[in-house]
């Protein structure tokens, strides 16, 4: 069963934000929500997690809705080396928990 | 993080043969996990792989096709048996510590066509 639903694909210009939607309605309360990205060619790379608070790193910014049943994840000045498939993917944090991946947004970015 | 070195990083290989992928780790971790990545879709989970124990195997891949080892704690194979062209994908390899709340590593990759 998909845990999470994202649009198959998106275009965002070169500097602007971009911002990636994703679904997760039946998220349990001990499942945090993280995002990877895979850019053509190379394996996943994780950007960012969370539980229930926004959080912010280097990367990007991720934004969860207080009934946590949707998220965003912004990348606030995309590049052209942004273009990459990014999965939003909810899972138990703990020794075993595997991250089961949907098919995850196509982001590309346009001069 | 993880610095994971996946090898062949490629290879074409003959239908029935078999190819065995390397995992290296430069540190050690509890957990490492196998992937596909048929062409045009996503990561699908093969299996777990546990040092000292049998790797746990997911609904639709067994062990007689996709065996694995786990020697220590950072190295791992796993070989793809008696192959056919829709064999043909990208294997990754995946660990993780363990922790609070970890972050997944990824090696490249091996891109695998079977003809």
């Known amino acids: 069963d998909a845990k999470t639903t994202q649009p198959t694909s998106m275009d965002c210009a070169e500097g602007r934000a971009a911002n990636l939607p994703c679904n997760h309605s039946t998220i349990s309360g001990n499942e945090y929500v993280y995002w990877y990205r895979q850019i053509h060619s190379q394996g996943p790379q994780y950007i960012i997690h969370g539980l229930k608070n926004n959080e912010t790193n280097e990367m990007a910014s991720l934004i969860i809705t207080e009934d946590r049943k949707s998220s965003t994840l912004i990348l606030p000045h995309a590049t052209l080396r942004d273009t990459a498939v990014y999965y939003c993917?909810?899972?138990?944090?703990?020794?075993?928990?595997?991250?089961?991946f949907g098919g995850g947004t196509r982001l590309m970015v346009k001069p | 993080s993880a610095v994971i070195s996946q090898k062949p990083s490629r290879d074409i290989c003959q239908r029935g043969t078999s190819l065995t992928i390397q995992c290296q780790v430069d540190?050690?971790?509890?957990?490492m996990f196998w992937y596909r990545q048929q062409p045009g879709q996503s990561l699908t989970l093969i299996a777990t792989?546990?040092?000292?124990?049998?790797?746990?195997?997911e609904s639709g891949f067994v062990i007689d096709k996709f065996p694995i080892s786990r020697p220590n704690l950072t190295f791992s194979t796993l070989t793809v048996s008696n192959m056919s062209p829709e064999d043909s994908s990208i294997y990754l390899c995946?660990?993780?510590?363990?922790?609070?709340?970890?972050?997944?590593?990824f090696g490249q990759g091996t891109r695998l066509t079977v003809v």
């Open positions: 540190s050690q971790v509890t957990m």
């Open positions: 995946s660990v993780e510590r363990q922790g609070q709340a970890t972050e997944a590593f």
């Open positions: 792989a546990n040092q000292g124990s049998e790797a746990t195997y």
């Open positions: 993917i909810v899972r138990v944090v703990g020794a075993g928990n595997m991250l089961t």
